[in-house]
């Protein structure tokens, strides 16, 4: 603040501050000294008033002559400062009193002398009066000098005392103020003979400032002062030469340009034609991808959809790995058309990473299963570790994580003769709601040097160009990978040593969500032995960590020869081993060998599960007794392994059990698309999972449907002939809006990959998009998400009408508990019973949550009876429950309708639960 003031409010503050302290120090001082020798000159008088009536009252109090003492009283009174008088007989009490009564409490103390107590506004004196004091009257009587006559007590008044200090306080105030006064009188005639010359100061630089450099400073009539006017004359007199000088630079500059403007403006009209050649070209680039994303997702949307439906029908086990290693390598030729397409995108900016749950152990096992065959053409072996501390339930982007490990992962094959591949999943640091996550491909190929390394990251290079046309590549695939990490806010780099290999890796942070179920030990599975036999060290550390993670208690063997004595040894034993896992290949382990020890081992109780090279399982396939569930490719896939270990121990019906419907109604949908095949696809997995579809095949169908029939979803293509999926949208919104009815759900069926194209279909009016190739989990999720309708999982046995007939739910289905209680039929009990026993209040809570109108409750209360009937097999209940919880988070209309539904299913559980008790 001090920095901030002026001169003049600093003369002021140095003189006023010092004088004003001084003043007020010292007449307070004095001030305090008056009011105490006041107060000392009152006690004084006090006393000296008592001691005087002492003696003149002695002979009254001797006679107790009352009148007399009445009189003496009243009297004393006239006395200055005297409120009170009273004289007491020896026992205190009154014998004669003048004035109001006493404000202080009587003194306490030693009676023999003078007491007093002072108070705020008065002082009580108490004084005794004995014989002796009859002396002054000359009637002493010698043997009463020591009697106690009586009391004198004298009250004096604080008033005149605190009147005359507050006299003195306002006198030294007064004076205090005219001396301030004075001293600022003063303190200002001093600062304006220092204010003025520096205004003239501030005055004349200010228009120096405004170019008025011709100003100057008279004398201002003090030393300093005038120097420091002189050094700003000569100040402005420099600043006018420098301008001269400048505005002559300028104009010599200005003659320079303008001989140049002609040029200039030529270049200038040359580069706005290049910019907007430029942006054409770009258009085009634009509409071109968009065109082929189209073109070539839409053949791929039917290969993949009709090859999951094919997996639905009736195969072997061995045909459906086929399926599923052909869904996979379509997958696999997608993500590589998209390459080209990604790289594109990322160059303009334009590409969107989602976010959604994903398992990374699963993300990094399918990668490797993916590119497995390529490694075992060339004897190489795939390995991933994933360390025990790292969580697998996280949230990101999978697809393109999964590019970005296909990538590191198909270019160590392709660079490696022989040797191992090693995929590493690791925590770098971990917070209570993320991790920092490091994954690295490890490889034994031929290395890289400091100048490849340095090359690596650039677009359409390749590492070794002598080997370039042998691997093939666009070399796209680590400059897509690079973008794509530093999108996601994390880094990629590489270690590597020539001749020796390589080790590419990725640091990324990202978000930790809840463990999936199937990630905890089965249940079937939990403390029993299992054998493992791997040659390759790593190989069989991963296989042993997996089958530990599945609760199993693992012993490794080095030979075949060695796992069958040990498991035939403890056969003998209350230990015996359930199991056997053996890593074989046909270099160290032929096939016939293999048959005999299988033999051995299956006689002993053992179940026997093979793990074998992608190329050599025709090889193995007539060596294990039942192929379709005793050979497995390597690596070994942990939710693989762990079912295939689960089914050996409890071998699963031979018949699919019919899926469980999870609503009370077939929703309706409208599926329009020009593409017969991708039409029929839609059509088809909607129809088996238990929908009503209606399929058209143009713009101008899908409207004289939707104005004929009742839908509860409409799934639009966005690419047809004469009127596109937006056109026909709009168009059903104008109907709509006409109408004043209920907007209809309708979701675009997209093969664009650009990243502008949701947010134009949004704005047409359409509610959400799939992109293609789709698949069955996706179209069951949009439908229960704008419909509240859940759709079942298997085909549905079709009427005469050829619509699926609504399903009728059991109330109560003891086989289903018993399923999901890992057939333990103890633990399926208890888990009804704690259900029965909960469900009397629960239906109370949403009953009076329901009356309260408070949506919150009632979603709570919901999804709490929803969680605990997917433990139990009540499939009524459950199906309720569901669909009052989805339509209740979506605010639909129909949500009263579902919770009427809901109290219905809960009595008749209720019912049917006290009649089989």
Same mark, same amino acid.
């Given at each position: 603040?001090?920095?901030?003031?002026?001169?003049?409010?600093?003369?002021?503050?140095?003189?006023?501050?010092?004088?004003?302290? !001084?003043?007020?120090?010292?007449?307070?001082?004095?001030?305090?000294?008056?009011?105490?020798?006041?107060?000392?000159?009152?006690?004084?008088?006090?006393?000296?008033?008592?001691?005087?009536?002492?003696?003149?009252?002695?002979?009254?109090?001797?006679?107790?002559?009352?009148?007399?003492?009445?009189?003496?009283?009243?009297? @004393?009174?006239?006395?200055?400062? =005297?409120?009170?008088?009273?004289?007491?007989?020896?026992?205190?009490?009154?014998?004669?009193?003048?004035?109001?009564?006493?404000?202080?409490?009587?003194?306490?103390?030693?009676?023999?002398?003078?007491?007093?107590?002072?108070?705020?506004?008065?002082?009580?004196?108490?004084?005794?009066?004995?014989?002796?004091?009859?002396?002054?009257?000359?009637?002493?009587?010698?043997?009463?000098?020591?009697?106690?006559?009586?009391?004198?007590?004298?009250?004096?008044?604080?008033?005149?005392?605190?009147?005359?200090?507050?006299?003195?306080?306002?006198?030294?105030?007064?004076?205090?103020?005219?001396?301030?006064?004075?001293?600022?009188?003063?303190?200002?005639?001093?600062?304006?003979?220092?204010?003025?010359?520096?205004?003239?100061?501030?005055?004349?630089?200010?228009? $120096?400032?405004?170019?008025?450099?011709?100003?100057?400073?008279?004398?201002?009539?003090?030393?300093?002062?005038?120097?420091?006017?002189?050094?700003?004359?000569?100040?402005?007199?420099?600043?006018?030469?420098?301008?001269?000088?400048?505005?002559?630079?300028?104009?010599?500059?200005?003659?320079?340009?303008?001989?140049?403007?002609?040029?200039?403006?030529?270049?200038?009209?040359?580069?706005?034609?290049?910019?907007?050649?430029?942006?054409?070209?770009?258009?085009?680039?634009?509409?071109? $991808?968009?065109? !082929?994303?189209?073109?070539?997702?839409?053949?791929?949307?039917?290969?993949?959809?009709?090859?999951?439906?094919?997996?639905?029908?009736?195969?072997?086990?061995?045909?459906?790995?086929?399926?599923?290693?052909?869904?996979?390598?379509?997958?696999?030729?997608?993500?590589?058309?998209?390459?080209?397409?990604?790289?594109?995108?990322?160059?303009?900016?334009?590409?969107?990473?989602?976010?959604?749950?994903?398992?990374?152990?699963?993300?990094?096992?399918?990668?490797?299963?993916?590119?497995?065959?390529?490694?075992?053409? #060339?004897?190489?072996?795939?390995?991933?570790?994933?360390?025990?501390?790292?969580?697998?339930?996280?949230?990101?982007?999978?697809?393109?994580?999964?590019?970005?490990?296909?990538?590191?992962?198909?270019?160590?094959?392709?660079?490696?003769?022989?040797?191992?591949? =090693?995929?590493?999943?690791?925590?770098?640091?971990?917070?209570?709601?993320?991790?920092?996550?490091?994954? @690295?491909?490890?490889?034994?190929?031929?290395?890289?040097?400091?100048?490849?390394?340095?090359?690596?990251?650039?677009?359409?290079?390749?590492?070794?160009?002598?080997?370039?046309?042998?691997?093939? &590549?666009?070399?796209?695939?680590?400059?897509?990978?690079?973008?794509?990490?530093?999108?996601?806010?994390?880094?990629?780099?590489?270690?590597?040593?020539?001749?020796?290999?390589?080790?590419?890796?990725?640091?990324?942070?990202?978000?930790?969500?809840?463990?999936?179920?199937?990630?905890?030990?089965?249940?079937?599975?939990?403390?029993?032995?299992?054998?493992?036999?791997?040659?390759?060290?790593?190989?069989?550390?991963?296989?042993?960590?997996?089958?530990?993670?599945?609760?199993?208690?693992?012993?490794?063997?080095?030979?075949?020869?060695?796992?069958?004595? &040990?498991?035939?040894?403890?056969?003998?034993?209350?230990?015996?081993?359930?199991?056997?896992?053996?890593?074989?290949?046909?270099?160290?382990?032929?096939?016939?060998?293999?048959?005999?020890?299988?033999?051995?081992?299956?006689?002993?109780?053992?179940?026997?599960?093979?793990?074998?090279?992608?190329?050599?399982?025709?090889?193995?396939?007539?060596?294990?007794?039942?192929?379709?569930?005793?050979?497995?490719? #390597?690596?070994?896939?942990?939710?693989?392994?762990?079912?295939?270990?689960?089914?050996?121990?409890?071998?699963?019906?031979?018949?699919?059990?019919?899926?469980?419907?999870? @609503?009370?109604?077939?929703?309706?949908?409208?599926?329009?698309?020009?593409?017969?095949?991708? $039409?029929?696809?839609?059509?088809?997995?909607?129809?088996?999972?238990?929908? #009503?579809?209606?399929?058209?095949?143009?713009?101008?169908?899908?409207?004289?449907?939707?104005?004929?029939?009742?839908?509860?979803? =409409?799934?639009?293509?966005?690419? !047809?002939?004469?009127?596109?999926?937006?056109?026909?949208?709009?168009?059903?919104?104008?109907?709509?809006?006409?109408?004043?009815?209920?907007?209809?759900?309708?979701?675009?069926?997209?093969?664009?990959?650009?990243?502008?194209?949701?947010?134009?279909?949004?704005?047409?009016?359409?509610?959400?998009?799939?992109?293609?190739?789709?698949?069955?989990?996706?179209?069951?999720?949009?439908?229960?998400?704008?419909?509240?309708?859940?759709?079942?999982?298997?085909?549905?046995?079709?009427?005469?009408?050829?619509?699926?007939?609504? =399903?009728?739910?059991?109330? $109560?289905?003891?086989?289903?508990?018993l399923r999901l209680a890992a057939n333990k039929s103890d633990l399926a009990a208890d888990m009804l019973a704690m259900l029965l026993?909960?469900?009397?209040?629960?239906r109370l809570a949403i009953t009076v949550a329901r009356e309260a109108n408070d949506n919150h409750a009632l979603i709570e209360r919901?999804?709490?009876?929803?969680?605990?009937?997917?433990?139990?097999?009540?499939?009524?209940?459950?199906?309720?429950?569901?669909?009052?919880?989805?339509?209740?988070?979506?605010?639909?209309?129909?949500?009263?309708?579902?919770?009427?539904?809901?109290? !219905?299913?809960?009595?008749?559980?209720?019912?049917?639960?006290?009649?089989?008790?």
């Amino acid at each position: 603040m001090l920095r901030r003031m002026g001169i003049k409010g600093r003369v002021l503050l140095l003189t006023l501050l010092p004088t004003s302290l !001084m003043a007020l120090l010292l007449g307070g001082y004095f001030t305090w000294m008056q009011l105490s020798e006041l107060q000392t000159q009152l006690l004084q008088r006090g006393e000296m008033i008592a001691e005087q009536l002492a003696p003149l009252v002695a002979p009254a109090l001797s006679s107790n002559n009352t009148g007399l003492l009445e009189r003496i009283a009243t009297q @004393s009174l006239e006395q200055t400062d =005297v409120r009170t008088v009273s004289f007491l007989a020896p026992d205190r009490s009154s014998l004669a009193h003048a004035g109001p009564s006493m404000l202080n409490q009587p003194p306490t103390g030693n009676s023999s002398h003078l007491l007093q107590r002072t108070g705020n506004d008065a002082t009580r004196y108490l004084m005794p009066v004995f014989g002796h004091h009859r002396n002054l009257a000359g009637d002493l009587i010698p043997d009463e000098s020591d009697r106690l006559l009586g009391w004198v007590e004298v009250e004096l008044s604080h008033n005149v005392m605190l009147l005359r200090g507050y006299r003195s306080l306002f006198a030294s105030l007064l004076l205090i103020a005219i001396g301030l006064i004075c001293t600022a009188a003063l303190a200002l005639r001093i600062s304006r003979t220092i204010n003025s010359p520096i205004g003239q100061i501030k005055q004349a630089v200010a228009q $120096l400032k405004d170019g008025n450099l011709q100003t100057r400073l008279p004398p201002l009539g003090s030393q300093e002062l005038d120097q420091l006017a002189s050094g700003i004359n000569r100040m402005a007199e420099t600043l006018q030469n420098a301008q001269e000088e400048l505005q002559h630079s300028i104009d010599q500059a200005t003659e320079d340009v303008r001989q140049n403007l002609e040029t200039i403006e030529i270049q200038n009209i040359e580069l706005d034609l290049a910019r907007k050649e430029a942006l054409e070209a770009s258009r085009i680039k634009s509409e071109f $991808l968009a065109n !082929m994303s189209h073109e070539i997702r839409t053949p791929l949307n039917g290969i993949l959809g009709f090859t999951h439906l094919l997996q639905k029908s009736e195969l072997t086990p061995r045909q459906l790995d086929y399926l599923g290693t052909i869904e996979k390598s379509a997958d696999n030729l997608l993500g590589i058309i998209n390459e080209i397409l990604d790289f594109s995108k990322i160059e303009a900016g334009k590409l969107v990473l989602d976010s959604v749950p994903f398992n990374l152990r699963d993300l990094l096992q399918d990668t490797l299963t993916i590119l497995a065959p390529a490694a075992h053409a #060339k004897q190489l072996e795939l390995v991933s570790l994933v360390y025990r501390d790292t969580p697998l339930a996280l949230v990101g982007d999978p697809l393109r994580l999964k590019q970005i490990l296909t990538n590191l992962i198909s270019n160590a094959i392709k660079f490696t003769r022989e040797g191992t591949i =090693v995929a590493r999943a690791m925590i770098e640091d971990e917070q209570e709601d993320s991790v920092q996550l490091r994954i @690295s491909v490890q490889d034994t190929g031929i290395g890289l040097s400091n100048q490849d390394v340095r090359a690596l990251f650039q677009a359409f290079s390749q590492a070794d160009n002598s080997l370039s046309r042998q691997p093939g &590549g666009t070399g796209l695939g680590l400059v897509i990978s690079k973008r794509l990490i530093e999108q996601m806010g994390g880094e990629i780099g590489v270690d590597s040593t020539p001749g020796e290999g390589s080790e590419f890796w990725i640091s990324l942070n990202l978000p930790k969500t809840r463990d999936d179920v199937e990630d905890l030990p089965c249940a079937p599975l939990l403390g029993r032995r299992v054998a493992v036999l791997e040659n390759h060290e790593l190989a069989r550390q991963a296989l042993q960590h997996q089958l530990e993670d599945c609760g199993l208690e693992v012993t490794p063997f080095n030979t075949l020869e060695s796992l069958t004595n &040990g498991i035939t040894s403890a056969h003998q034993t209350e230990q015996a081993i359930d199991l056997a896992v053996l890593g074989v290949t046909a270099n160290d382990i032929p096939p016939e060998r293999l048959n005999q020890h299988l033999w051995d081992l299956e006689h002993l109780g053992c179940k026997v599960l093979v793990l074998c090279p992608t190329t050599e399982q025709m090889l193995f396939n007539q060596s294990v007794p039942n192929p379709n569930s005793q050979l497995q490719a #390597k690596p070994a896939c942990t939710r693989k392994l762990r079912r295939a270990l689960s089914d050996l121990i409890s071998p699963r019906p031979s018949r699919s059990e019919p899926g469980e419907p999870l @609503s009370s109604r077939a929703p309706r949908v409208l599926c329009v698309d020009d593409n017969p095949a991708n $039409l029929l696809l839609v059509q088809t997995l909607l129809e088996d999972m238990g929908a #009503k579809v209606q399929a058209v095949e143009s713009g101008y169908s899908a409207i004289d449907a939707v104005k004929q029939e009742t839908f509860d979803l =409409v799934l639009m293509d966005v690419q !047809m002939p004469g009127m596109d999926g937006r056109q026909s949208t709009e168009a059903i919104r104008q109907w709509e809006s006409e109408r004043h009815g209920t907007p209809l759900p309708i979701v675009a069926l997209t093969a664009h990959a650009m990243a502008n194209e949701k947010r134009a279909l949004l704005q047409s009016g359409m509610d959400d998009y799939l992109t293609k190739p789709i698949s069955e989990r996706q179209l069951a999720q949009v439908v229960l998400k704008w419909t509240g309708l859940a759709l079942r999982n298997q085909v549905p046995e079709r009427s005469t009408d050829n619509l699926a007939p609504r =399903v009728q739910l059991l109330v $109560l289905d003891h086989e289903e508990g018993l399923r999901l209680a890992a057939n333990k039929s103890d633990l399926a009990a208890d888990m009804l019973a704690m259900l029965l026993a909960s469900l009397e209040a629960d239906r109370l809570a949403i009953t009076v949550a329901r009356e309260a109108n408070d949506n919150h409750a009632l979603i709570e209360r919901v999804h709490r009876l929803h969680g605990a009937t997917r433990y139990c097999g009540v499939p009524q209940l459950r199906a309720a429950c569901q669909r009052a919880e989805t339509l209740l988070k979506q605010d639909d209309a129909k949500a009263m309708a579902a919770l009427d539904e809901l109290d !219905m299913a809960i009595a008749r559980l209720a019912s049917e639960a006290r009649v089989s008790v």
